[in-house]
């Protein structure tokens, strides 16, 4: 049914944001030894609470829903969710996307007051838009729209546009395969859209081979995480709904482990594999222990019910409590709570364990100070003085310990503080 893949996607997305949330900004490593696994929530204790991403996949709707799916109306409608939006001072909020809100502040038409960035905030809320609509360029044209009020770069809406076509199609409930889906992206996108395709492609052809997500995040030069820059975060995700397309808990948990943008990611690949699998897919214990207010779990299955049933009818909505605010008077509030906790997780990555790299850098200084006991104390030596005779390109040298002609230092002295900073458990 179209209702169970519009509640799936807009569940999966919030899911997915609350679960990739902690990880922001940590790379894989980093995150392992921090969080551990990301198979529950680290937010709160073992709730999750969800970020810009689920917030603007549900302002979306509330647009569709206000405009009764009107493509203008649309538009000024999800605009005007945005300026308020921005009003309730939300912790996360990418720079394109708040200038964007100023300028419609300030009096620019929707049409006009996106910015040139080409991130991925555009495709963080689209999948939606994938699920509801029969007709291919009728999804095409919302995401279009909802596009460019933030970003006009035309990378972002490429990114945006790909990820509403993987959520239209797995909205399908048919078999399907990869090259399906870049022969629909390929008849769907202009050619200019060509590296982005070049880069679903070499998604595709990893999934074939039996790559796991991040080993292609890694082949493709984010071995420390993915950015918001929109050609590595929607290959990325791509990468993960066709590896896991009938597992919501695999696709989510293989995108977060790439590290970087976890939460935009997961929240992309939560809303597509959400689409297919429809909120039975999506795990309970998740969903019960997702810690929001004042837009419950229970008030986005009612939006996306609402929403469905409201395009397939044809119909203007009854449903005015959806419309009575365009952004509930408790949002601040909420926000601020948010923020507290957002702010205690930053200051948390101030303390062990830290990054590895370090530690082996420090042991291995250290091992060079005790092993050479470098001197201070005496002129250095030509080349040819020195046993090594393989450095003489380098005409000044530090000499070796084996010379009798020098007096080496003690160890402990000058290397006592290394040896502290390399310690064991210092930096693991």
Same mark, same amino acid.
């Given at each position: 049914?179209?209702?169970?893949?519009?509640?799936?996607?807009?569940?999966?997305?919030?899911?997915?944001?609350?679960?990739?949330?902690?990880?922001?900004?940590?790379?894989?490593?980093?995150?392992?030894?921090?969080?551990?696994?990301?198979?529950?929530?680290?937010?709160?204790?073992?709730?999750?609470?969800?970020? &810009? &991403?689920?917030?603007?996949?549900?302002?979306?709707?509330?647009?569709?829903?206000?405009?009764?799916?009107?493509?203008?109306?649309?538009?000024?409608?999800?605009?005007?969710?945005?300026?308020?939006?921005?009003?309730?001072?939300?912790?996360?909020?990418?720079?394109?996307?708040?200038?964007?809100?100023?300028?419609?502040?300030?009096?620019?038409?929707?049409?006009?007051?996106?910015?040139?960035?080409?991130?991925?905030?555009?495709?963080?809320?689209?999948?939606?838009?994938?699920?509801?609509?029969?007709?291919?360029?009728?999804?095409?044209?919302?995401?279009?729209?909802?596009?460019?009020?933030?970003?006009?770069?035309?990378?972002?809406?490429?990114?945006?546009?790909?990820?509403?076509?993987?959520?239209?199609?797995?909205?399908?409930?048919?078999?399907?395969?990869?090259?399906?889906?870049?022969?629909?992206?390929? /008849?769907?996108?202009?050619?200019?859209?060509?590296?982005?395709?070049?880069?679903?492609?070499?998604?595709?052809?990893?999934?074939?081979?039996?790559?796991?997500?991040?080993?292609?995040?890694?082949?493709?030069?984010?071995?420390?995480?993915?950015?918001?820059?929109?050609?590595?975060?929607?290959?990325?995700?791509?990468?993960?709904?066709?590896?896991?397309?009938?597992?919501?808990?695999?696709?989510?948990?293989?995108?977060?482990?790439?590290?970087?943008?976890?939460?935009?990611?997961?929240?992309?690949?939560?809303?597509?594999?959400?689409?297919?699998?429809?909120?039975?897919?999506?795990?309970?214990?998740?969903?019960?222990?997702?810690?929001?207010?004042?837009?419950?779990?229970?008030?986005?299955?009612?939006?996306?019910?609402?929403?469905?049933?409201?395009?397939?009818?044809?119909?203007?909505?009854?449903?005015?409590?959806?419309?009575?605010?365009?952004?509930?008077?408790?949002?601040?509030?909420?926000?601020?709570?948010?923020?507290?906790?957002?702010?205690?997780?930053?200051? /948390?990555?101030?303390?062990?364990?830290?990054?590895?790299?370090?530690?082996?850098?420090?042991?291995?200084?250290?091992?060079?100070?005790?092993?050479?006991?470098?001197?201070?104390?005496?002129?250095?030596?030509?080349?040819?003085?020195?046993?090594?005779?393989?450095?003489?390109?380098?005409?000044?040298?530090?000499?070796?310990?084996?010379?009798?002609?020098?007096?080496?230092?003690?160890?402990?002295?000058?290397?006592?503080?290394?040896?502290?900073?390399?310690?064991?458990?210092?930096?693991?």
């Amino acid at each position: 049914m179209k209702s169970d893949s519009v509640i799936g996607c807009l569940l999966g997305t919030a899911v997915g944001d609350a679960l990739g949330l902690p990880y922001e900004g940590l790379s894989p490593g980093r995150a392992r030894r921090l969080l551990g696994p990301p198979d529950r929530y680290h937010f709160i204790g073992r709730c999750g609470m969800v970020s &810009d &991403d689920t917030e603007h996949s549900r302002m979306v709707l509330e647009a569709l829903l206000s405009s009764d799916s009107d493509p203008d109306r649309f538009e000024t409608e999800f605009a005007r969710r945005l300026k308020w939006w921005l009003l309730c001072l939300p912790a996360g909020c990418g720079l394109a996307t708040a200038r964007a809100c100023l300028k419609l502040w300030l009096g620019f038409a929707p049409s006009s007051s996106g910015v040139f960035s080409a991130g991925n905030g555009p495709a963080m809320r689209s999948a939606v838009l994938g699920t509801m609509f029969e007709d291919v360029n009728v999804v095409l044209d919302f995401v279009r729209r909802s596009t460019r009020i933030t970003h006009t770069d035309p990378k972002a809406l490429f990114g945006a546009q790909v990820v509403a076509l993987a959520a239209w199609l797995n909205r399908q409930q048919q078999p399907f395969d990869g090259q399906q889906f870049l022969a629909l992206v390929e /008849r769907s996108l202009p050619s200019e859209a060509e590296e982005l395709l070049t880069l679903l492609k070499s998604a595709g052809r990893s999934v074939q081979l039996g790559e796991t997500t991040p080993e292609f995040a890694a082949s493709q030069g984010m071995s420390h995480g993915v950015s918001g820059y929109v050609y590595q975060t929607v290959p990325v995700a791509i990468h993960a709904w066709l590896a896991h397309s009938d597992c919501y808990e695999n696709a989510v948990q293989a995108v977060i482990d790439c590290g970087g943008d976890a939460d935009t990611t997961s929240a992309i690949v939560g809303g597509i594999v959400g689409a297919g699998v429809g909120p039975n897919g999506i795990p309970a214990a998740l969903l019960s222990s997702l810690w929001e207010w004042p837009y419950t779990v229970d008030y986005l299955t009612k939006l996306a019910s609402d929403c469905a049933t409201a395009v397939d009818s044809c119909q203007r909505t009854s449903n005015q409590s959806s419309r009575r605010w365009l952004m509930h008077p408790g949002v601040p509030l909420r926000n601020i709570v948010f923020l507290i906790i957002v702010l205690s997780h930053g200051f /948390r990555r101030l303390l062990p364990p830290w990054w590895r790299w370090p530690n082996r850098h420090l042991r291995r200084l250290s091992s060079r100070f005790a092993q050479s006991q470098f001197t201070l104390n005496k002129p250095r030596r030509p080349a040819e003085n020195c046993r090594d005779e393989s450095n003489a390109q380098n005409r000044w040298i530090e000499p070796l310990t084996s010379d009798p002609r020098v007096k080496s230092p003690p160890v402990a002295g000058s290397c006592r503080v290394w040896f502290w900073l390399a310690g064991p458990g210092r930096f693991a």
